[in-house]
T-cell receptor, first 112, second 116 residues
Framework: QKEVEQNSGPLSVPEGAIASLNCTYS??????FFWYRQYSGKSPELIMS????GDKEDGRFTAQLNKASQYVSLLIRDSQPSDSATYLC????????????FGTGTRLLVSP | KAGVTQTPRYLIKTRGQQVTLSCSPI?????VSWYQQTPGQGLQFLFE???????NKGNFPGRFSGRQFSNSRSEMNVSTLELGDSALYLC???????????????FGEGSRLTVL
């Protein structure tokens, strides 16, 4: 079982719709969770972090965490064509030091 | 504030050669992590350094090594290159050293290595 799993997509949504990206992880003791966005040919950039169960909102982005189900999601409201990118879920496998494990990413396509 | 700088951006090597990649973190960041990104495997953790000490290492063979200098700059080296080492090598810096709330990484643009 992979440590962090995501559906590779592509996930296609029309402009203005809500895009829902999902991620599951295997390590129950993981405590910090992140969403990175990677445009084609570019490096990943952090867009959301979440540490506690529940929802965390930042503009059009909402991260959701359910530690009991080992599930993290990212909702993008009012999706824009500029949101088209690969979204990487990352989990800090807390070995005491910094080790971020990434999923393989979900490609999001937002059509005008 | 300058971002993470990686050099060189592109390089081509042949099998059996070695390569050294350099990374300058954001000023004030003392943690540097290295990742390998390939289309099939995604982002794979190589190692993480903090205060010149390797704190964590991924599942890569011993041909992959790294170090960090006192000014937090880091280098990684790959010896005896294989075709499968062709990848984008990403360096990321972080303000925090570790613990449960770390993982906020700032990535450089990467070094794209092609092995022929």
């Amino acid at each position: 079982q992979k440590e962090v799993e995501q559906n590779s997509g592509p996930l296609s949504v029309p402009e203005g719709a809500i895009a829902s990206l999902n991620c599951t992880y295997s390590d129950r003791v993981s405590q910090s969770f992140f969403w990175y966005r990677q445009y084609s040919g570019k490096s990943p950039e952090l867009i959301m972090s979440i540490y506690s169960n529940g929802d965390k909102e930042d503009g059009r982005f909402t991260a959701q965490l359910n530690k009991a189900s080992q599930y993290v999601s990212l909702l993008i409201r009012d999706s824009q064509p500029s949101d088209s990118a690969t979204y990487l879920c990352a989990v800090n496998v807390n070995t005491g030091f910094q080790k971020l494990v990434f999923g393989t990413g979900t490609r999001l396509l937002v059509s005008p | 504030k300058a971002g993470v700088t990686q050099t060189p951006r592109y390089l081509i090597k042949t099998r059996g050669q070695q390569v050294t990649l350099s990374c300058s973190p954001i000023s004030g960041h003392r943690s540097v992590s290295w990742y390998q990104q390939t289309p099939g495997q995604g982002l794979q953790f190589l190692f993480e350094y903090f205060s010149e000490t390797q704190r964590n290492k991924g599942n890569f063979p011993g041909r992959f090594s790294g170090r960090q200098f006192s000014n937090s700059r880091s280098e990684m080296n790959v010896s005896t290159l294989e075709l499968g080492d062709s990848a984008l090598y990403l360096c990321a810096s972080s303000l925090q050293a570790g613990g449960p709330n770390t993982g906020e990484l700032f990535f450089g643009e990467g070094s794209r290595l092609t092995v022929l």
